[in-house]
C-alpha cells in the first residue's frame, strides 16, 4: 500500500505495478469525524477494507510532514479494521505498541520535517508540551488536542530506525544553490560567493530588496 496526503502526490508516485492512494482512499474515508466513534466502518466499508488491507506486507506514506496527526490516526485505525480477520487484531488492540496500521510487519515514511507541514491538524512532529516563554501557558491548548491525535503522535515517535539521506538529484554538482538551500535549512550565514551566484539570477533592473 501506498499512500500520500494530495491526489497530485500520489499520482506522481504511482508506478505500472504499484498505484499509489490519497490517505482517505486508502481508509475508504469521506467526510466524517476523525474520532474513533466517527470513523468505524459500516458493513459495506468493512467489506472494502478487507480487501484493501487484508494482504498488506509494505505500506509506504510520501510526504509524512504533510499528514497531520489525526489524518494519521485515521490511517491507523481503518488499516486495523481492515485486517481483524487476517492479523486478529481489533479497536480493543489497535493502540497497543505493536499493533499499528494493523500489524503491518513494514511501514515506511518519507518526507521532510523542514518542509511543508500540516495545510490543517497537528503536525506528527509537534511538540504538544511546549509553553509560550511569555504566558507559560502551552502553545498547543488542550482543547485542540484529543486521544486520536495523542495517539498519532506516540506511534510516530515509536519509529525504530531512521535514515537520513543528504544527497540531491535536483542539482547539477557544484550549483550554488545547494549550498544556498543548506544554509537556509540550517540557520545558517550564506557565503558571500554564494549570495553573489544568487545575486547574479535577479532579473536587470529589479528593484527588489531583500
Known amino acids: 500500500?501506498?499512500?500520500?496526503?494530495?491526489?497530485?502526490?500520489?499520482?506522481?508516485?504511482?508506478?505500472?505495478?504499484?498505484?499509489?492512494?490519497?490517505?482517505?482512499?486508502?481508509?475508504?474515508m469521506?467526510?466524517?469525524?476523525?474520532?474513533?466513534?466517527?470513523?468505524?466502518?459500516?458493513?459495506?466499508?468493512?467489506?472494502?477494507?478487507?480487501?484493501?488491507w487484508g494482504q498488506v506486507r509494505v505500506l509506504?506514506?510520501?510526504?509524512?510532514s504533510m499528514v497531520s496527526a489525526s489524518l494519521y490516526n485515521m490511517l491507523d485505525y481503518r488499516a486495523m479494521q481492515g485486517?481483524?480477520?487476517?492479523?486478529?487484531?481489533?479497536?480493543?488492540?489497535?493502540?497497543?505498541?505493536?499493533h499499528a496500521f494493523g500489524r503491518c510487519p513494514i511501514v515506511i515514511h518519507l518526507g521532510d520535517f523542514l518542509q511543508l507541514t500540516p495545510t490543517k491538524g497537528i503536525s506528527l512532529v509537534a511538540a504538544t508540551k511546549e509553553?509560550?516563554?511569555?504566558?507559560?501557558?502551552?502553545?498547543?491548548s488542550a482543547e485542540a488536542l484529543s486521544p486520536e491525535i495523542d495517539h498519532a503522535i506516540k506511534v510516530f515517535g515509536r519509529i525504530p530506525h531512521v535514515f537520513h539521506l543528504d544527497g540531491t538529484k535536483r542539482f547539477v554538482a557544484g550549483d550554488p544553490l545547494i549550498e544556498f538551500l543548506g544554509c537556509m535549512?540550517?540557520?545558517?550565514p550564506i557565503p558571500p560567493p554564494v549570495w553573489s551566484a544568487f545575486e547574479r539570477t535577479f532579473a536587470p533592473g529589479s528593484n527588489t530588496q531583500i
Open 1 to 28: 500500500m501506498v499512500a500520500a496526503f494530495s491526489n497530485a502526490q500520489a499520482k506522481n508516485i504511482s508506478a505500472s505495478g504499484v498505484q499509489a492512494r490519497t490517505l482517505h482512499s486508502a481508509g475508504n
Open 30 to 52: 469521506r467526510v466524517q469525524r476523525l474520532t474513533v466513534a466517527g470513523m468505524r466502518p459500516s458493513e459495506k466499508s468493512a467489506k472494502v477494507l478487507a480487501r484493501l
Open 60 to 64: 509506504v506514506l510520501e510526504e509524512i
Open 83 to 98: 485486517r481483524q480477520k487476517s492479523q486478529n487484531v481489533s479497536e480493543g488492540t489497535y493502540q497497543s505498541g505493536r
Open 131 to 140: 509553553r509560550d516563554a511569555a504566558t507559560g501557558r502551552y502553545v498547543i
Open 185 to 188: 535549512r540550517d540557520g545558517r
